[in-house]
């Protein structure tokens, strides 16, 4: 038995780099994806080749682009035609649009940005299942069940690989000799950006390969989620007749709870449609019926929000998924994978619509919000020849809905009408009061550069965060705050007192504001007199970087030493 058991070990381990060789042969563009941002990330990490909204554009064009290129690969194998040229042409309309994509995509500088590639990331993932034996329609329920499984136990040995890695430079480190941190991050790379992405290649299904249900998905489904499911529903109705008694309108967040319950309904009552068992087919029978409810009361909660306070991208979202719930309900109780792909198909195009566009979540919450906006001015007589006047009768309610409209733009990356100006100070004296706007604009920066030159000190002091004495020179720093100056005493005699302000503005001077990563001396501070000279060295420092006289809000540094 023993040897048998190290006979199958023996052959998986030498059968193993043919399988990555078939798997880069099946999707080759995919795994140059990935080999590709591995370099970039590996580049960035030691070298410090791009700004940070390149390297962010490309690292998400690339992710991208390993979905995308296997998807056009299943669809080839889908439909017959893997002859090299219909290969080429694929590709070709793929990097098409991914370069498009690479040129609207700018880079995560707010939360719309990162709401919009969410929606882009799951539209490409539903292409990639719904690429799947398209042909022939068969057994997709079984394939979507079988790519579940894959990234997880992908993403599960690319874990346990990581834990291996880290341990053997651990002890390398511990044991032998000392090892940069940056070996750490290394390890990461490889084993999610490598390692990960070709072992999910290596299992996709391919055409009519015959294997069965996946048995922990049938577990998880059968056992888990449809008992979850059906206690939520009952709680769900229970809400429904409280309301029905009570006569009351339901609470705002009651969309997004529906739009939630509806999300995790219909994919698994896609995914038990192979299910044979009586308590499946019941289920697939009767919940239908029952999400038609939820779906006209999620409506009336989003369309009564909307008239009472206008398109938010949260509104908006809801009202595009339950027009997704509603169409998917119906191919639902359509047997079969042709029609439950419609639902996928429909689902990323909704995402798509949903991310950019004049019709997009975003460009309609600015439309919809813009409008309430100027209607509120209108009304105040605050509008005159296209600029913002102040009113000396606004009522306290308008005043406070103006704040807050404008709050939430702020908060929300919506751009507002041209006439509304930017800065607090001006807006204060075009609307006759403060806004106070809630828009954070302070700037995180940092670098990676650890090794800078210095001489002429005689001391290095890391932890500021506790007082810090020198007996010898009878030398004392207090333990430092946030807001607190810089203190050096010698004895009873301050011998250096520096503003936190100070500091900022002298490194506001020097960094590049338009890039999170600087070069290490641009994140220093020096400081010089007749009894001391030290030297500030920031790791990261967060700089408002539109408050020139007082900038600094929060950094990490060491201080550098030499009393004279």
């Known amino acids: 038995m023993k040897e048998g058991f190290f006979k199958k070990i023996s052959q998986r381990f030498t059968a193993f780099p043919k399988r990555i060789m078939d798997t880069f042969l099946r999707f080759p563009l995919s795994i140059l994806c990935a080999v590709a941002l591995f370099a970039v990330s590996d580049l960035e990490e030691h070298f410090d080749l791009f700004s940070n909204?390149?390297?962010?554009?490309?690292?998400?064009?690339?992710g991208i682009g390993i979905v995308l290129f296997a998807a056009g690969e299943l669809l080839l194998e889908s439909l017959g035609a893997k002859r090299l040229k219909f290969r080429i042409i694929t590709g070709a309309v793929i990097y098409v649009v991914l370069q498009g994509y690479y040129f609207v995509f700018q880079g995560f500088e707010g939360s719309r940005d990162?709401?919009?590639?969410?929606?882009?990331?799951?539209?490409?993932?539903?292409?990639?299942?719904?690429?799947?034996?398209?042909?022939?329609?068969?057994d997709f329920e079984k394939n979507a069940a079988r790519i579940i499984t894959r990234v997880a136990s992908s993403g599960f040995f690319a874990g346990v690989l990581l834990l291996g890695l880290v341990a053997v430079v651990g002890a390398i480190d511990l044991l032998l000799t000392e090892m940069d941190e940056k070996w750490f991050i290394e390890m990461v790379q490889i084993c999610f950006i490598l390692f990960m992405p070709t072992m999910l290649l290596m299992g996709l299904p391919e055409r009519d390969d015959g294997v069965s249900y996946p048995k922990p998905v049938s577990a998880l489904l059968t056992y888990v989620i449809l008992p979850v499911i059906m206690i939520f529903t009952v709680v769900l109705y229970a809400y429904y007749i409280k309301l029905a008694v009570t006569r009351s309108f339901p609470i705002g967040e009651l969309g997004g709870v529906s739009l939630a319950f509806l999300g995790a309904c219909i994919p698994t009552l896609i995914l038990i449609t192979p299910f044979e068992n009586r308590f499946s087919r019941v289920l697939r029978n009767v919940i239908p019926y029952v999400l038609i409810p939820v779906i006209a009361l999620l409506f009336f909660t989003a369309i009564r929000?909307?008239?009472?306070?206008?398109?938010?991208?949260?509104?908006?979202?809801?009202?595009?998924?339950?027009?997704?719930?509603?169409?998917?309900?119906?191919?639902?109780?359509?047997?079969?994978g042709r029609f439950q792909r419609i639902a996928l198909v429909i689902t990323a195009a909704a995402l798509i619509i949903s991310a950019y566009g004049p019709q997009s979540a975003y460009e309609m919450t600015e439309a919809s919000q813009n409008m309430r906006f100027e209607r509120l001015l209108v009304k105040n007589d605050m509008l005159k020849d296209g600029k913002v006047v102040p009113s000396s009768n606004i009522s306290s309610d308008d005043k406070e809905e103006i704040k807050e409209l404008v709050r939430y733009c702020d908060r929300n990356d919506l751009e507002m009408k041209e006439y509304v100006p930017k800065d607090n100070t001006a807006r204060k004296e075009a609307f006759g009061f403060d806004i106070d706007s809630y828009k954070s604009r302070t700037k995180y920066f940092y670098t990676n550069e650890r090794a800078v030159k210095v001489s002429g000190y005689d001391y290095i002091i890391e932890d500021l965060y506790n007082s810090v004495s020198i007996p010898e020179l009878d030398l004392n720093i207090p333990k430092m705050t946030k807001d607190?100056?810089?203190?050096?005493?010698?004895?009873?005699?301050?011998?250096?007192?520096?503003?936190?302000?100070?500091?900022?503005?002298?490194?506001?001077?020097?960094?590049?504001?338009?890039?999170?990563?600087?070069?290490?001396?641009?994140?220093?501070?020096?400081?010089?007199?007749?009894?001391?000279?030290?030297?500030?060295?920031?790791?990261?420092i967060s700089l408002d970087t539109d408050n020139r006289e007082n900038p600094y809000e929060y950094g990490d540094f060491t201080l550098l030493l030499k009393v004279k």
């Open 114 to 138: 990162g709401a919009q590639f969410a929606m882009i990331a799951g539209a490409v993932i539903l292409i990639g299942l719904f690429a799947l034996n398209t042909k022939t329609h068969s």
């Open 53 to 62: 909204t390149i390297f962010q554009r490309l690292a998400v064009v690339l």
């Open 484 to 540: 607190e100056n810089i203190i050096i005493k010698i004895g009873n005699e301050t011998v250096c007192d520096i503003s936190r302000q100070e500091i900022g503005r002298e490194i506001l001077k020097k960094i590049d504001t338009e890039n999170e990563k600087q070069s290490a001396e641009s994140m220093t501070y020096d400081y010089e007199n007749e009894r001391i000279k030290i030297r500030l060295a920031f790791g990261n």
């Open 305 to 336: 929000q909307i008239v009472l306070f206008g398109v938010t991208p949260p509104r908006y979202l809801v009202i595009v998924g339950g027009f997704v719930a509603l169409v998917s309900t119906a191919l639902i109780k359509i047997r079969g």
